[in-house]
């Protein structure tokens, strides 16, 4: 493989807001902001059911609004990066308490348009959209009326707002500070240190079966020994979730999700049932993982483990590249743009103690940017959620030119376009193996994805969706919530594991997440939704990137029911779409056991 670059392996903060977490220009970046917020509140609030019907004084609302949502953004984005790379930069962990505070304004702020909107009259509603200025903005005004009217009076939805704060959002920040304290002890070389989140969690794709089965039990104590103090942040969070569901009169814990998703209860059923029908073919997968590791059933530990050890090593560079090169067999937009994003060092991706585990994209809308996250082995894995990473950044890219208000994508569509160009790198590694235990260990890294988003998501929805229930009744113990999560493991794994993951609820950083509920089944429908796409790619070729682009700028304006009949002729509603999708997975499956039988 040919490398004509050097990449930086950290980002670059800089050329945002100079002096990281004590930068001036932020600090007076955010006093603008509030002012903006202040600014569009006051405009909402003289905007007067008498003269709704005024479209130029709406129409000043909404770039009011527009300009102080990218600025927010912009902010919550910065905020990320400088807690993301540093869990010891307690200023960082002041300023997300400004930014959170800042967002709650603005979210009070929204109660009172969103009180205008439903105020108006649906005469005059319709005729509004009839004029050009507004007319591109109907589906996401009318799906913002038709969720206001939903919801509480316009104080009791102001009051949700400022409470959250530090009833709702301070309960993730806490989350976030205590694993910023954890450290994973681990022997390298004969000498003693102690491992990052995010570093221990490379080392479970180690061929070493004693190395992991030792590192779990670290794992484990770890996260035991912080058991009581995440059960109450989870419990406090999900109760306060659920108090304000109840006042709403919300009785589905699903509606909030499915409502954020754009995506209906039937689409997600029958995802779920079509997934649980064809469990088989990857059961028969994880036994004869089993066989070739020597062991009679898997344990948790052994599920990253490789079958072979032919996985080729990427150094940055050369994954780089790699990304960089087969990009362009899809499209020449998505190539020069990952190109870029390298070379003007929007990612971090070093090897170092101190930073957050796991891996993200987070967009900068005024700088025209983003910023990728995640910690870099030299695996193909780590080329794998490279790509998947720069995928979401596209999907960013894709949108700059679509109204601010047409652009707020949901997490479904968003893990569509991270998993798209997850899987034009999977085929490409899988086309040009050299032998046939480069191409096994690859074909069941391919696989892997699939037990993740079949079984391990899975099991997060099953188990979220029973957490809630039991949270109802009262606060869930630390036993309750290890039998939940093991119950749901075994159920999403069909109870063919030998030792399970207890303690996962803790160390899922997804639970604690409030922006986004049910922060699992948009990753599932995002690759299965995703091969759809691929598909229609290979039979186009290159000519078919414009077509993609065009879906991605619609992923902000419709249903995901919507989308996909328009762009795939698809109806999400049937079991036939998912079907085909699971489908190519299984002749993984399939060449996985030819490949590997005695």
């Known amino acids: 493989m040919t490398i004509h670059n050097t990449y930086s392996m950290t980002w670059e903060l800089e050329n945002l807001f100079p002096g990281g977490s004590s930068s001036k220009e932020f600090s007076d970046f955010l006093k603008k902001l509030d002012d903006e917020i202040i600014s569009f509140q006051t405009s909402v609030e003289s905007w007067s059911s008498s003269e709704p019907d005024n479209n130029s004084i709406l129409i000043d609302i909404l770039s009011k609004l527009q300009k102080a949502d990218l600025d927010l953004e912009q902010a ?202 064809n469990k088989h073919a990857f059961v028969q997968y994880l036994d004869r993982k089993a066989r070739l590791l020597g062991v009679e059933k898997l344990s948790w530990y052994d599920l990253d483990a490789p079958v072979t050890d032919s996985a080729k090593s990427y150094s940055y560079q050369e994954g780089a590249a790699f990304i960089i090169n087969h990009f362009k067999e899809f499209g020449s937009t998505l190539a020069e743009f990952a190109e870029k994003a390298f070379e003007d060092r929007w990612i971090e991706a070093e090897d170092r103690p101190g930073k957050r585990p796991g891996g993200f994209c987070t967009s900068l809308p005024l700088s025209g940017q983003s910023r990728i996250f995640m910690t870099y082995s030299n695996s193909y894995e780590n080329v794998s959620t490279l790509a998947h990473e720069l995928g979401h950044a596209f999907h960013t890219y894709a949108m700059k030119d679509v109204v601010p208000l047409n652009s707020q994508y949901a997490m479904n569509v968003a893990e569509t376009a991270s998993t798209f160009a997850e899987t034009i790198v999977a085929d490409a590694a899988l086309n040009i193996a050299k032998d046939e235990k480069e191409k096994l260990a690859l074909l069941e890294s391919k696989i892997q994805n699939s037990i993740t988003f079949f079984m391990n998501i899975h099991a997060r929805f099953l188990f979220e969706t029973r957490f809630y229930e039991e949270r109802k009744k009262g606060m869930v113990s630390t036993a309750k919530l290890n039998q939940l999560m093991v119950e749901a493991q075994k159920e999403a794994y069909s109870d063919l594991l030998e030792q399970y993951n207890p303690y996962f609820w803790g160390s899922k950083l997804h639970f604690y997440i409030t922006d986004v509920p049910f922060y699992n089944f948009p990753y599932t429908f995002g690759y299965l939704f995703s091969l759809g796409i691929y598909a229609q790619a290979k039979k186009e070729g290159t000519k078919y990137e414009q077509k993609y682009i065009s879906l991605l700028k619609d992923t902000g304006r419709m249903t995901v029911e919507e989308l996909a009949e328009k762009h795939l002729g698809a109806d999400l509603t049937k079991e036939e779409f998912w079907q085909a999708g699971v489908d190519v997975c299984i002749k993984d499956v399939e060449e996985f056991l030819r490949m590997t039988e005695d």
């Open 76 to 277: 919550e984005s910065f905020v990320s990066c400088l807690q993301a790379q540093d869990t010891e930069d307690l200023k960082a962990n002041e300023l997300r308490g400004i930014v959170t505070s800042l967002a709650s304004k603005l979210n009070t702020a929204l109660t009172h348009l969103d009180k205008a909107l439903v105020q108006v009259d649906n005469t005059v509603w319709k005729n509004l959209f009839e004029q050009d200025s507004l007319k591109d903005l109907y589906f996401v005004l009318n799906e913002r009326r038709r969720l206001a009217a939903e919801k509480l009076s316009q104080e009791e939805e102001a009051i949700i707002n400022d409470l959250a704060v530090d009833g709702y959002h301070g309960w993730e920040e806490m989350y976030d500070s205590i694993v910023s304290q954890l450290t994973i002890p681990f022997v390298e070389n004969g000498e003693k240190i102690n491992l990052s989140i995010g570093q221990a969690e490379n080392k479970f794709s180690s061929q070493d079966r004693q190395l992991r089965k030792s590192l779990f039990e670290e794992w484990e104590k770890a996260w035991s020994g912080q058991a009581n103090l995440l059960g109450t942040t989870l419990n406090h969070l999900s109760g306060f979730r659920l108090a304000v569901y109840k006042k709403r009169g919300w009785n589905n814990v699903l509606k909030e999700a499915l409502d954020y998703n754009r995506m209906s209860k039937k689409t997600l059923d029958v995802m779920w049932k079509v997934i649980s029908d």
